[in-house]
């Protein structure tokens, strides 16, 4: 499938435009704005919160200095993966309960549908180019733990200390005030990058990255690594990707869910919207208090978000442009501090 001009909905609220209407169950859902994209305006990424902005920048940049969207994708999350300022996502994340710090990572590419990923991975930098290895040099999907540790030695990788300073002192300073056996865990502690990529054929690709939720129990592995639940891609339909909590998000295969209601004809916005709604019905929390966020991205260029509070914000980049989008929220709690795993 060759791209041209095509129309599609970006899925953002606040932008004055003429409005559709769906129902979705009882409720009513205001489509988003509609705009047209060129051909050269892929490859297009889309990223969780605006700290996926540089990544996904990165990442148009590696595809017109020649990389493949695979190459755009895993370099792209490196950024991020990178930043010792994130708290939420490789070096400087925040560490488990026991001081230790454990990323979890995959990648999945639609034109095979293959994938790849790791979980409680520690001492290395880049979880995400384990789980490609893990995809391309392996029969397997996921390695964990030690395991995944020792492949990635095994293929060159070298180890690195993930735990800053900083960090190594507030975990401290957070253990010290646990009086009890098994430690509470606080919610408020996670956090991801999901990203989403185009390329001008039509094809899809997507990873995550993430260390976790904050001061976790040692082995806790989330949303997203696992296919179908942080990541999806459908190279027919369209890629999904999730932020939040990840309990939340694996008991319902949430990206896989987000998909299929694409699949069913929903633009990503109402997508994700539908999906959210759908958890919460199944699910005995209230919906502001489940923690989810999705971004999509359809076959034709669509891209959208929603998430259970206000706040969420995801990153696109194309060519031509960059930008910041608010998502569309279903309730009116506060999501929190960007990067997360912090209060």
């Known amino acids: 499938m060759t791209i041209n001009r095509r129309r599609f909905i970006q899925g953002t609220a606040g932008i004055t435009a003429v409005s559709a209407f769906s129902a979705i169950g009882n409720k009513t859902t205001t489509a988003a704005p509609a705009a047209v994209i060129e051909k ?3 490859p297009l990424f ?6 996926g902005k540089s990544s996904c920048e990165a990442a148009v940049k590696i595809v017109q200095n020649g990389g493949s969207m695979v190459d755009a994708i895993e370099q792209g999350i490196w950024v991020t993966e990178a930043d010792v300022k994130n708290a939420s996502v490789g070096i400087g994340g925040i560490p488990n309960a026991a001081g230790a710090v454990e990323l979890d990572a995959c990648i999945m590419t639609g034109p095979d549908h293959n994938a790849g990923s790791v979980g409680g991975l520690q001492d290395i930098l880049h979880p995400i180019s384990v789980a490609r290895m893990v995809m391309e040099k392996t029969p397997h999907v996921m390695l964990v733990g030690e395991g995944a540790k020792q492949f990635a030695i095994k293929h060159g990788v070298a180890t690195t200390e993930l735990l800053t300073d900083k960090q190594k002192q507030q975990w401290q300073t957070w253990k010290d005030k646990q009086t009890e056996k098994k ?4 919610e408020d502690h996670h956090d991801t990058i999901a990203m989403l990529g185009l390329d001008g054929q039509g094809n899809l690709f997507g990873g995550c990255s993430t260390s976790g939720w904050g001061y976790k129990i040692p082995g806790r592995i989330g949303d997203s690594p696992i296919i179908g639940s942080g990541l999806y891609v459908d190279n027919q339909v369209g890629a999904a990707g999730a932020t939040g909590l990840g309990e939340n998000v694996m008991r319902h295969c949430g990206s896989f869910l987000v998909v299929e209601m694409m699949r069913q004809g929903a633009s990503p916005t109402e997508a994700c919207e539908r999906a959210i709604r ?9 919906l502001s208090n489940l923690d989810i ?6 076959k034709a260029g669509v891209y959208g978000a929603a ?3 206000k706040g969420f914000r995801y990153s696109f980049a194309n060519p031509t442009e960059t930008k910041v989008i608010d998502a569309l929220p279903l309730s009116e709690k506060a999501i929190g501090p960007e990067g ?4």
């Open 40 to 42: 050269n305006d892929t």
């Open 46 to 51: 889309v990223a969780t919160w605006p700290f």
């Open 183 to 186: 430690p509470p865990i606080n």
């Open 278 to 286: 759908r958890i919460a019905e199944l699910d005995p929390k209230n």
């Open 293 to 298: 966020n999705f971004i999509a991205l359809s």
């Open 307 to 309: 998430g259970t509070s």
């Open 340 to 343: 997360g795993n912090r209060k």
